[in-house]
């Protein structure tokens, strides 16, 4: 057991080098501002406010354990971003724990467990999670995730005989799995991996595996319901998108995430829909052949290859990722590197497995050393783009350049960037963005407004009332535009003292 501990302790410590420089980083305008900075649940959060977290979705967004979290952070660290970014580095220390005590629970060689433990800890598609504050959501549903899926695999442990409603570690497992979607619900649907598990590893019946499923279902479709009306209040689906492209959108972005974790590069913290909409008959004809060619590889692998590690790798990696795709509402960004940090892990165990069975094939010294040094040579890549990537988040300016380098010709990047220069006082750089995103998309309201009200700062009056006008004519309802207008219209009219 102690080389076990210490291979984690070296897993442990290695991230924690490399996440160093988070601890140095701000908040960023990339929903820190929502969550955080102007949330009055976040910022004075008392034990007498603590109910209304519950029933105050923020900004269509259902994650109440989660806001309880930066409230107590707010509290703690006065508002200061090291604390933040130290709970943040500290929770996924403890799911690396997790994931290691998990994979060892389900008996998997030991080269599984620490290659998928270390490409869960270092993967550059994890920075997302760890280095920016507002992910805290995706670090704690997935603590309660594992948290979890350990109570069960103690639980079978205890005998046939033991297992029941009422067993503790059942009880407790049902617990941490409502706490993980009140976290947020990433995780509703696993259940479908734990059922999925029993019925073809234990051998469970169909019948029996339904009922002990029952109850993490019920929960899941509970939270499920608040989390999808809360957002339908907020967040209007995109127009024009049918079922047909839904589904076809969904393999695509999941084809994606597959690709990104077998070659993350070009990663971004957005990736903009609108660069494929609407669907042309030949992206929808490219994704069609991308989703049936990912299908057949799917169901060859389930059925053909009779190997549990991999093909129920891949199943919990497809299941889990179902609620971040575009089946039920279509997402600004096609897909979210935070939205793998858990559900990956299925990615990662299928990767661990192959990579000891071909090391088991190769019987030649030489052979062997070779692909070894790939290995360490994949590793250190590994290490030192995690590292870089973390710098990306150190503050909203880096974090937009970073995106616009990506996608130069998105007017959103350019809006996003724009506040943080003006935030800094910077206002002709913010002007220049603001104008880039403008020429990107002139029907941008939030854009002209932005620009009107830095001109206003700039005692530019009449440049201000010409984007009023821009954004009052793109959106006639839009009341802070009006009421800007109005003002500026208003102080004209008063005669100089």
């Known amino acids: 057991m102690k080389p076990r501990l210490s291979i984690l302790f070296s897993i442990c410590f290695l991230t924690i080098i490399i ?28 034990l007498k406010s603590v109910g209304q977290v519950f029933t105050q979705p923020v900004e269509g967004r259902y994650y109440p354990l989660t806001m309880i979290s930066l409230g107590i952070d707010a ?47 270092i993967h550059p598609l994890q920075v997302e999670s760890v280095a920016w504050i507002s992910s805290r959501k995706d670090l704690l549903a997935a603590m309660f995730a594992l948290l979890a899926l350990n109570l069960l695999w103690v639980e079978e442990g205890t005998g046939r005989k033991e297992r029941s409603s009422m067993n503790p570690y059942y009880v407790g497992a049902l617990i941490a799995f409502l706490a993980s979607l009140l976290c947020k619900p990433m995780a509703l649907t696993l259940p479908f991996v734990i059922g999925g598990y029993w019925i073809w590893i234990n051998q469970l019946s169909l019948a029996r595996a339904l009922k002990r499923m029952l109850p993490f279902l019920i929960i899941a479709l509970m939270i499920g319901g608040v989390t999808i009306v809360s957002a339908n209040q907020v967040w209007p689906d995109l127009p024009g998108i049918g079922v047909v492209e839904k589904v076809l959108l969904s393999g695509y972005a999941l084809a994606m995430y597959a690709v990104k974790v077998l070659a ?24 069609a052949i991308v989703f049936v060619l990912g299908l057949i590889v799917f169901t060859w692998v389930l059925v053909r290859w009779r190997q549990p590690v991999v093909s129920g790798g891949l199943f919990a990696f497809a299941v889990l ?37 071909v090391w088991n094939q190769l019987h030649q010294h030489r052979a062997r050393s070779l692909m070894l040094g790939l290995a360490l040579f994949a590793a250190v890549g590994l290490v030192f783009q995690t590292h870089q990537r973390t710098y990306v988040w150190r503050y909203s300016i880096a974090l937009w350049s970073d995106a616009i380098h990506r996608f130069p010709d998105n007017d959103f990047v350019y809006l996003k960037r724009a506040n943080a220069f003006i935030r800094q006082g910077a206002f002709s750089k913010g002007v220049e963005d603001l104008r880039r995103s403008i020429q990107l998309n002139p029907h941008n309201a939030l854009a002209h407004f932005n620009l009107a009200l830095v001109y206003e700062k700039l005692y530019r009056d009449d440049l201000a009332l010409e984007h009023l006008n821009a954004a009052v004519k793109i959106a006639p309802n839009y009341q802070k535009a009006l009421q800007r207008r109005d003002e500026i219209l208003n102080a004209r009219q008063k005669p100089n003292p």
Do not use: C
Not at 86 to 92: E, F, Y
Not at 100 to 108: A, C, D, I, Q
Not at 276 to 284: E, K, S
């Open 264 to 287: 993350p590069f070009g990663l971004s913290a957005y990736y903009p829909i609108e660069s494929i909409m609407p669907l042309t008959t030949a992206q929808i004809t490219e994704m």
């Open 75 to 121: 509290h703690l660290f006065r508002g200061h971003p090291t604390g933040f970014h130290a709970v943040n580095l500290l929770l996924h220390i403890m799911n690396i724990v997790g994931v290691f005590v998990l994979l060892t629970r389900l008996r998997l060689a030991e080269g599984v467990v620490w290659i998928a433990t270390l490409l869960f800890a």
């Open 321 to 357: 990722m179902a609620p971040a795709l575009h089946l039920v509402k279509v997402n600004a960004s096609l897909i979210y590197e935070r939205f793998i940090y858990f559900p990956g892990l299925g990615l990662w165990i299928a990767v661990g497995w192959i990579g000891l069975a």
């Open 19 to 46: 996440y160093l420089p988070v601890l140095q980083h701000g908040f960023v305008n990339w929903d820190d501002d929502l969550f955080i900075l102007r949330n009055p649940l976040v910022q004075s959060l008392t």
